[in-house]
């Protein structure tokens, strides 16, 4: 294929209806967004679209290795006996719930903090054919690691090809 080089024209030579284009995308963009941050028109309804609730969704990376399925979950500001790990029908379920409150009294002065976090997170395993009972999991320093063992029938091999 050869190489074409494309050259740009004026707005003014294509009788003005670039910029017609143009001021149509920013208004369909605008119109997009504004549906997303207020799809109701009801500023109750805002928080439920708002970008800023999908920073409780914990990162996750999934590895799908020879002879296991190795899982890896940030979870900042969560102890280990808050956390709740399943597994059913290909499904990782990672939930962990905290709550802190903190007070402080000082004669007519009260001040009392509550702090609540929740992170729910699922996702689909490579395979069904997985050892629950032989998952490995460690949770240090706010990341949470799994190992879930395949069982033997479903560990990857090798085909050389002839």
Not at 62 to 87: C, Q
Not at 114 to 139: H, Q
Not at 153 to 159: A, L, Q
Request: hydrophobic share 30%; with cysteine; charged share 35%.
């Amino acid at each position: 294929m050869k190489n074409t080089e494309i050259s740009k024209t004026p707005d003014t030579e294509h009788g003005g209806y670039m910029v017609a284009l143009r001021d149509l995308e920013k208004k369909m963009e605008d119109m997009f967004h504004q549906l997303w941050r207020n799809p109701f028109g009801n500023s109750e309804t805002t928080e439920l679209f708002n970008f800023s609730t999908l920073n409780n969704i914990p990162k996750i990376d999934v590895v799908d290795r020879d002879k296991d399925i190795y899982v890896e979950a940030e979870l900042p500001g969560i102890e280990k006996k808050d956390i709740d790990v399943s597994v059913a029908n290909r499904q990782l379920v990672i939930r962990a719930k905290t709550c802190h409150e903190e007070k402080e009294e000082k004669g007519n002065y009260l001040r009392r903090e509550i702090s609540k976090k929740e992170f729910y997170r699922s996702v689909v395993l490579p395979t069904a054919d997985i050892d629950e009972s032989k998952t490995k999991s460690s949770f240090k320093n706010g990341v949470l690691r799994l190992t879930i063992p395949k069982k033997a029938s479903s560990h990857r091999k090798r085909i050389e090809v002839q």
